[in-house]
């Protein structure tokens, strides 16, 4: 390196000046190696030698001194200690050739540039082999070992929570297709799988508890919040959990509330109803504000923990009734008093258009009494079946359809198809089958249809005046006289219409082609 | 824009460590010569190594091309765990309630690596040059090369200028949908 120095320095010419000197030296120290004239000898003559190089050198020295003090070079000199001398230097009298500074390798600074392969090489032959293998830093390989065993370790987690994810996924993927039961079902399985592998998958919570909201299932929704943190329902990827968490509580306080106004007169004759004074008070609700004590009744009632918490922290904000609940109560309140089905169309009808989504609230009733107005069922029913495709809501709207249209035939397929496919509305189905029998005179279809019915659930009211109309027109006194009992040990009796009909007052026709169109 | 780069390289501090692991690896297999094999230098070559003018197409496409496909396998794998743990199911605290540090460490260490994928600029520029240069290539390699050129191109640009960051990000939010809708099929 120091050689390069001198040589950058402008030293390097010098070198040739000298380099005759050194050979006359070595051609004396030929001579006294080949003089055996014994050690003392070669001694003394080292000696002189040492000293004559020794002079020429401090020669040398005072001449290169004198160059830099008044500036004038001498070519001729050169300026090396003889420790910068290196050892293999001009050994055997071969003088090395000289590599110009441009020349040199980049990397050593020593050798040749250019390799045989590469003669533009910047780098010579061994530097271009070392750069061309260029080594690894031991860390650099441990750090990348620690990299690629947490990918394995990333792997082995993965594999263990596979089932949870993949149970998560589907569930999710019937809640896009709009199959809520089969993904709730599925949302309890994945709840299930990843308790038992110690996740707490939040976000599968939250959309379960999204999925439950959006099919109204209200109820339900604390199963599924208790799992999230009251905290975290301020956070931004909760919000639509906090908003749906707030809207069904309000829901349920205005639920509780407009129960208390009208079904305490759901056993009351239509006719005793005080509908205006009941009316006037749902109307009110719309404005009133839910008091926080209520409102945190409805929310943690079967809540716990810091959700619990966060629905208290909700409370303390000012909310309103729900509008579309008061709206559905009062539509209830109408049905209770008997009043004429466009005053109950209106009702439903305000729900549709404050909350079309919530479809599972007015659709089934607004459909129902579409078509028995005769009006077009046909984008209730594209909208119902868009928003449930597992619900059979909209068949047995059509079914309801055919039947008040007349075609009895084209409604008892309709509803035949659905049960043959194990429908979850199969009593329903059976029940307006036995209708159509009973309006197309075929009795004994008409009671076996109601009989299948009343079997494949537990029955409603309505469910019994319709085997009972039907035992009645088939001469099945024993089966009459059973769902009288039924409805009489319940608190309830057979309906005004049934009893008309056995009196011979009303027929079947007059009873089901009129009016409601239904029994009640 | 060097700023923003070098901002991006720090802060997803491993990937372009790996990424400058496996470049240096695939180098040594072709033996390209490597003139500065510093990985997390301050400059635009960091999470590079500086090596020669590669002067064969292969070994251009093959030095592009594999440390762009190890960082991917790597980045897939690690970004799917986190992703799919914090994104999907959610699941930020332990069961003890304290967060869940190694899913969002998966998390980061996957889109570290996801946002270090593509070489540098001047290697698919000589790529390019290599594949789709006058007379260098016949049409079927061109065709064939074109989508995957295709991205490293893109990529290399994006990647230089910090964009990659930001579209790692986004698609660490699709995988876990994008295994949502492959993974039951394959589970049964």
Redesign the interface.
């Known amino acids: 390196m120091d050689d390069r120095k001198e040589q950058e320095n402008g030293v390097q010419p010098e070198n040739d000046g000298v380099q005759p000197e050194n050979d006359g030296v070595q051609s004396e120290n030929d001579s006294l190696q080949s003089d055996e004239n014994g050690e003392q000898t070669l001694h003394d003559e080292l000696e002189t030698l040492a000293k004559v190089f020794q002079e020429e050198l401090d020669r040398a020295k005072a001449e290169a001194k004198d160059v830099a003090e008044n500036g004038v070079p001498d070519p001729e000199i050169l300026i090396q200690d003889l420790e910068e001398i290196p050892d293999d230097a001009h050994t055997d009298g071969v003088t090395e050739e000289v590599i110009p500074q441009d020349e040199l390798c980049e990397r050593c600074k020593e050798r040749q540039r250019g390799t045989k392969q590469h003669p533009d090489?910047p780098?010579c032959e061994e530097c271009?082999e070392h750069?061309?293998?260029?080594p690894?830093e031991w860390l650099?390989i441990v750090?990348?070992l620690l990299?690629?065993g947490?990918?394995c370790y990333?792997?082995y987690?993965?594999s263990g929570?596979?089932?949870?994810?993949?149970a998560?996924?589907?569930a999710?993927?019937y809640a896009r297709q709009n199959l809520p039961e089969s993904a709730l079902e599925n949302y309890l399985n994945a709840e299930n799988v990843?308790q038992s592998a110690?996740?707490?998958?939040?976000?599968?919570?939250?959309r379960a508890l999204l999925t439950l909201y959006r099919y109204g299932y209200i109820n339900a929704l604390d199963e599924y919040a208790h799992q999230i943190?009251g905290w975290?329902l301020n956070l931004p990827h909760f919000r639509k959990v906090k908003q749906a968490l707030a809207s069904a509580n309000a829901m349920m306080a205005t639920a509780n509330a407009a129960s208390e106004l009208v079904l305490t007169y759901e056993t009351t004759p239509a006719a005793d109803i005080p509908y205006d004074e009941v009316l006037a008070k749902l109307e009110a609700l719309k404005t009133t504000q839910i008091p926080a004590e209520e409102l945190t009744e409805a929310q943690s009632e079967e809540t716990t923990g810091e959700t619990t918490k966060a629905a208290t922290a909700n409370a303390q904000n000012p909310m309103t009734y729900d509008a579309p609940m008061v709206a559905f109560y009062q539509y209830y309140l109408a049905l209770l008093c008997e009043k004429d089905m466009e005053t109950q169309i209106g009702f439903l009808e305000q729900i549709q258009s404050a909350a079309p989504e919530r479809i599972w609230l007015y659709g089934a009733p607004l459909g129902e009494l579409y078509a028995k107005t005769k009006r077009d069922i046909e984008p209730l029913c594209t909208r119902l079946a868009e928003a449930n495709a597992q619900d059979d809501t909209p068949v047995l709207l059509h079914a309801i359809a055919k039947r008040i249209e007349g075609d009895y035939d084209g409604a008892i397929t309709l509803c035949q198809e659905r049960i043959d496919a194990q429908s979850n509305m199969t009593y329903e189905l059976y029940r307006q089958q036995s209708l159509c029998y009973l309006l197309k005179g075929d009795s004994a279809k008409g009671y076996e249809a109601a009989n299948n019915a009343y079997q494949s659930t537990s029955p409603s009211i309505q469910l019994c005046n319709t085997l009972a109309l039907a035992a009645s027109a088939a001469g099945e006194n024993e089966a009459y006289d059973e769902v009288k009992s039924l409805l009489e040990g319940s608190g309830y009796t057979v309906s005004k219409e049934v009893t008309e009909y056995r009196d011979g007052a009303r027929t079947i026709e007059s009873i089901l082609s009129e009016g409601d169109y239904d029994l009640t | 824009m060097k700023t923003i780069y070098l901002i991006v390289k720090y802060f997803t501090v491993v990937g372009t460590f790996l990424q400058a692991f496996f470049e240096h690896f695939t180098c040594r297999f072709y033996e390209v010569l490597i003139e500065d094999a510093r990985y997390l230098r301050a400059d635009e070559l960091c999470g590079h190594v500086e090596h020669e003018l590669i002067r064969k197409r292969s070994t251009a496409f093959g030095v592009s091309f594999f440390p762009f496909l190890f960082n991917l396998i790597v980045g897939l794998a690690l970004t799917s765990v986190g992703a799919v743990h914090v994104y999907y199911l959610g699941e930020f605290f332990t069961s003890g309630g304290v967060p869940h540090f190694v899913n969002f460490l998966f998390l980061w260490v996957g889109i570290s690596v996801l946002t270090n994928l593509f070489p540098q600029i001047e290697d698919v520029l000589q790529l390019k040059d290599l594949i789709y240069g006058k007379g260098k290539s016949n049409w079927a390699v061109k065709i064939f090369a074109a989508p995957i050129f295709g991205i490293l191109y893109a990529g290399a640009y994006l990647q230089a200028c910090g964009a990659t960051l930001l579209t790692s990000i986004a698609f660490s939010f699709a995988l876990p949908y994008i295994l949502a809708a492959i993974l039951p099929h394959l589970v049964g």
């Open positions: 090489s780098y271009d750069l061309r293998r260029y690894f650099h750090l990348v990299i690629l947490f990918v990333g792997g987690v993965f929570h596979t089932d949870a994810f993949v998560a996924a589907k999710d993927r990843m110690g996740v707490n998958g939040e976000m599968v919570y939250s943190r975290e």
